[in-house]
């Protein structure tokens, strides 16, 4: 199993890093994370104030139920969808992104979706595609354990 350590500032505004370490614990992969959600959907939902425990906040930070990357669908569609042809769902299992999910807060992940460009998120953690393809890669049909801090 890989552990996919992702690192977001406090101040959601400014991107972060993730790494994903291989089985003997090194890193195979580094790239540009972000994890801020979209202040207008955010505020149209409720959530003005983008609280991570709520639909549509900012990525809740902790640890993540193991899971694996699964395909979006049609290569020629996932150009134009805001997930990009992989993603990483991810379900709270300890701290922040537990009691997020306790609290009803699901359809989180990790995904690309808009090319080079970490633009806001519903709420997830946004990769470059080219991080995701790579991460594609490198996971293939392995475990991944996620686990985002708030540095």
């Not at 500032?9 to 994890?35: M, N, T």
């Not at 609280?51 to 290569?75: E, N």
């Not at 991810?90 to 009803?104: P, V, Y």
Request: hydrophobic share 35%.
């Amino acid at each position: 199993m890989r552990l996919l350590l992702i690192a977001l500032p406090k101040d959601r505004e400014i991107a972060g890093w993730g790494h994903l370490f291989d089985a003997d614990g090194k890193i195979a992969h580094s790239f540009p994370a972000r994890g801020k959600a979209d202040s207008q959907k955010a505020s149209a939902k409720g959530n003005q104030d983008r609280f991570t425990r709520h639909p549509f906040g900012d990525t809740p930070s902790g640890r993540y139920a193991v899971t694996r990357i699964v395909a979006v669908g049609d290569p020629e569609l996932a150009k134009t969808t805001r997930l990009g042809s992989h993603w990483i769902p991810l379900t709270g299992s300890d701290g922040d992104a537990f009691n997020a999910w306790r609290l009803g807060r699901t359809g989180l992940g990790i995904h690309g979706g808009r090319g080079e460009d970490l633009v806001v998120t519903y709420g997830c953690v946004r990769v470059r595609d080219s991080d995701m393809t790579k991460l594609r890669d490198l996971i293939g049909g392995e475990e991944v354990l996620p686990i985002i801090e708030d540095i």
